[in-house]
């Protein structure tokens, strides 16, 4: 069976998480009703749902099972999918162990949701729509080295570095980043004055910089192709950062596993 184009994930990997998985909970019980789908099918089906954000309905066709049957893998085993692997997920301590070796393209991203009426601050004024913002940091060879938790979509990513604690790790010689990280005191581009221009040294050293741009973009459109992450979130609200957990978990699971 062919894994990789549902999943994200070799055979390798997929079976050390169903592995992992049938470890943490009891999915087979000797009395009662017996599951419509065994441990692998239904950690694939939860995968299947992150990795490509189809209708739950949609998925549950493919197993000749019910919506609400998927609903309720989903919801059961998101959560334990993100602790199995959550071993995987760097901490802020592992960016520091990096910092006198290497450099850091830094970005932050929108993770867009539906526009929840319940909760305004999701709204992201730079996007122009609502989700989540989270903050990416790779090496200038795209190695994706920290994905941070979410914040509501409102947070600018000045602000985000700070509640992360970026300053204490991130410097002028050691990492890039775009205008919305001046003032932090890493490498960034020069922005024009307000009714002014800036010098040709200025833009000399702003074209250097954004040179660099596409390497965090194309890390973060990697990180997007689990879809669940691309496309609006339609589960429920408190539901994200558990699926957020899991989604991070899988992509350095996939990154780093086997």
Same mark, same amino acid.
Request: proline residues 3%.
């Given at each position: 069976? +062919?894994?990789?184009?549902?999943?994200?994930?070799?055979?390798?990997?997929?079976? &050390?998480?169903?592995? +992992?998985?049938?470890?943490?909970?009891?999915?087979?019980?000797?009395?009662? +009703?017996?599951?419509?789908? *065994?441990? %692998?099918?239904?950690?694939?089906?939860?995968?299947?749902?992150?990795? *490509?954000?189809?209708?739950? &309905?949609?998925?549950?066709?493919?197993?000749?099972?019910?919506?609400?049957?998927?609903?309720?893998?989903?919801?059961?085993?998101?959560?334990?999918?993100?602790?199995?692997?959550?071993?995987?997920?760097?901490?802020?301590?592992?960016?520091?162990?990096?910092?006198?070796?290497?450099?850091?393209?830094?970005?932050?991203?929108?993770?867009?949701?539906?526009?929840?009426?319940?909760?305004?601050?999701?709204?992201? $004024?730079?996007?122009?729509?609502?989700?989540?913002?989270?903050?990416?940091?790779?090496?200038?060879?795209?190695?994706?080295?920290?994905?941070?938790?979410?914040?509501?979509?409102?947070?600018?990513?000045?602000?985000?570095?700070?509640?992360?604690?970026? $300053?204490?790790?991130?410097?002028? &010689?050691?990492?890039?980043?775009?205008?919305?990280?001046? $003032?932090?005191?890493?490498?960034?581009?020069?922005?024009?004055?307000?009714?002014?221009?800036?010098?040709?040294?200025?833009?000399?050293?702003?074209?250097?910089?954004? &040179?660099?741009?596409?390497?965090?973009?194309?890390?973060?459109?990697?990180?997007?192709?689990?879809?669940?992450?691309?496309?609006?979130?339609?589960?429920?609200?408190?539901?994200?950062?558990?699926?957020?957990? %899991?989604?991070?978990?899988?992509?350095?699971? +996939?990154?780093?596993?086997?």
């Amino acid at each position: 069976m +062919r894994f990789k184009r549902t999943t994200g994930l070799t055979a390798l990997q997929f079976n &050390e998480l169903v592995h +992992r998985v049938s470890k943490r909970i009891i999915w087979t019980r000797e009395t009662g +009703r017996p599951k419509s789908l *065994t441990i %692998a099918e239904a950690t694939r089906a939860a995968i299947m749902y992150l990795r *490509t954000n189809m209708t739950q &309905e949609l998925i549950g066709e493919f197993y000749g099972v019910g919506q609400r049957t998927i609903s309720r893998i989903v919801h059961t085993l998101t959560k334990v999918i993100g602790q199995v692997l959550s071993e995987f997920v760097p901490v802020l301590d592992d960016l520091a162990d990096h910092a006198k070796t290497v450099v850091f393209v830094i970005d932050g991203t929108l993770l867009p949701s539906w526009s929840w009426a319940i909760e305004p601050r999701l709204w992201s $004024g730079k996007h122009k729509t609502t989700g989540h913002s989270v903050m990416v940091i790779c090496t200038i060879n795209g190695r994706l080295l920290y994905m941070s938790d979410p914040v509501t979509g409102n947070t600018h990513d000045a602000k985000l570095f700070d509640i992360i604690g970026l $300053g204490e790790i991130l410097t002028k &010689e050691n990492s890039i980043g775009d205008t919305g990280f001046i $003032g932090k005191g890493i490498t960034t581009p020069y922005r024009t004055p307000p009714k002014g221009k800036l010098l040709d040294w200025q833009k000399e050293w702003n074209t250097s910089v954004s &040179e660099y741009r596409w390497i965090v973009e194309r890390t973060i459109a990697h990180i997007k192709t689990w879809r669940i992450l691309h496309t609006d979130y339609r589960r429920p609200l408190k539901t994200f950062k558990e699926t957020y957990d %899991a989604v991070r978990a899988l992509h350095f699971f +996939r990154l780093g596993f086997g």
